[in-house]
Structures are given as C-alpha cells and as structure tokens.
T-cell receptor, first 113, second 116 residues
Framework: DQQVKQNSPSLSVQEGRISILNCDYT??????FLWYKKYPAEGPTFLIS?????DKNEDGRFTVFLNKSAKHLSLHIVPSQPGDSAVYFC????????????FGKGTSLLVTP | NAGVMQNPRHLVRRRGQEARLRCSPM?????VYWYRQLPEEGLKFMVY????????ESGMPKERFSAEFPKEGPSILRIQQVVRGDSAAYFC??????????????FGQGTRLTVV
C-alpha cells in the first residue's frame, strides 16, 4: 500500500529554470515531510523538511510547499543547476514514529545545460 | 556523508546462506533505522531500534529477518537462509532523538546484497 506517491518518474529541466517535483500522500496521520536527494550507489541525502504546522519552508534554492487539505507537497528548485540531477524522494512520517519514513518511488531529475 | 557507516558495501551470498549487515550510527545518535530498496522502487522501512530495544519492526518480514542494536557495537541486520528476492540495497539511517524539527535522519551509503 503506497501511502506516499510521486507520480512523475522523471523530469527534465533546462539549467536556470525552475524544477517542480510533486508528491501526494494518503495518510492523514502524517505530520512531518522530508525531501531526500539520491545519487546512484549512494545513500539518500537530506534536503529540506516541513512540519504540518507550516505551509512553506525555504532553504536557499530549495522551497517546499505543503497543502494539507489536498494532501500534496511540492519541492521547488530555483534556479536549477546541472549538479541537481539526481533522484528525489519524498518521505513522510507520523507522530510517534520517529524517522520510520514512508518514501515515494522517486522522481529522476535531469537538468540540462 | 554525515558519518553513518555501513559495511560491507557489497555482499554476495549463495541461496541458503546467512547475510549480516552492519551499521555504525553517527556519533551521539542513539536511534537507528533500517530500510530496503528494491530495484526501481523507493526505500521501504523495515525496523526502528534504540540501544538494546526494538521500537518498531512493522516493516520486517516475519521470517528469516532480525535486527539488533546492542549496548556496545554496531546495529546488525541479519538475514537467514537468503533467497534471490532478498537481493536489494539495504540502507541504515540514524538520528539523535526520536524526531525534532531541527534534526533529520542521516543515511549511510548502503549495503548492496546480491543472492546468487
């Protein structure tokens, strides 16, 4: 049962433009959301997170938006750089579960020069 | 890398053998999580441990899989009598506490298990 869904397996964006990665979830108990970036043969690297008490969190070029009513979050990368090319995973956890995260299947982002 | 050490990086086992995967969390972290990633899939939560305690093992297969995090030493994920379907990347993550707005879980580089 996939509780976190990333419906776009891949995304291609030109350097300098905005990348928007989307994520939907079904479990209303989720209250903490994270984005991880992953290169082949490496472990996931934390990017940014957001608590359900917020609707936006920003860190440099990365902004995460949360729409609780729609059970939807998105990651915006502005401006996109070739080094951002990687697989991006959306993850969620519920109160009391620590970092027992539910991951989406990932979106492979390619930023072209 | 944030300092979570997993070894070995690659492990090949024949069907029926045992696989032992080790994870040393970041210094000061007392919470460890194991995940499995099958090809073309996202990471699936397996088990959450604190020192000497299993907090949540809801993602662990009922048979052949076990995990521990002893008072001293690394966390161990043990797979007995491996089958081809166990071939996957196994990731360990650690965090300093249960969950905090200002912390996150750091992942190791994973162990790639191949069952032949």
């Amino acid at each position: 049962d996939q509780q976190v869904k990333q419906n776009s397996p891949s995304l291609s964006v030109q350097e300098g433009r905005i990348s928007i990665l989307n994520c939907d979830y079904t479990n209303s108990m989720f209250d903490y959301f994270l984005w991880y970036k992953k290169y082949p043969a490496e472990g996931p690297t934390f990017l940014i997170s957001i608590s359900s008490i917020k609707d936006k969190n920003e860190d440099g070029r990365f902004t995460v938006f949360l729409n609780k009513s729609a059970k939807h979050l998105s990651l915006h990368i502005v401006p996109s750089q070739p080094g951002d090319s990687a697989v991006y995973f959306c993850a969620a956890s519920a109160t009391g579960s620590g970092y027992a995260l539910n991951f989406g299947k990932g979106t492979s982002l390619l930023v072209t020069p | 890398n944030a300092g979570v050490m997993q070894n070995p990086r690659h492990l090949v086992r024949r069907r029926g053998q045992e696989a032992r995967l080790r994870c040393s969390p970041m210094k000061g972290h007392s919470h460890v999580y194991w995940y499995r990633q099958l090809p073309e899939e996202g990471l699936k939560f397996m088990v959450y441990l604190q020192k000497e305690n299993i907090i949540d093992e809801s993602g662990m297969p009922k048979e052949r899989f076990s995990a521990e995090f002893p008072k001293e030493g690394p966390s161990i994920l043990r797979i007995q009598q491996v089958v081809r379907g166990d071939s996957a990347a196994y990731f360990c993550a650690s965090s300093p506490n249960r969950r905090d707005q200002n912390t996150e879980a750091f992942f190791g580089q994973g162990t790639r298990l191949t069952v032949v």
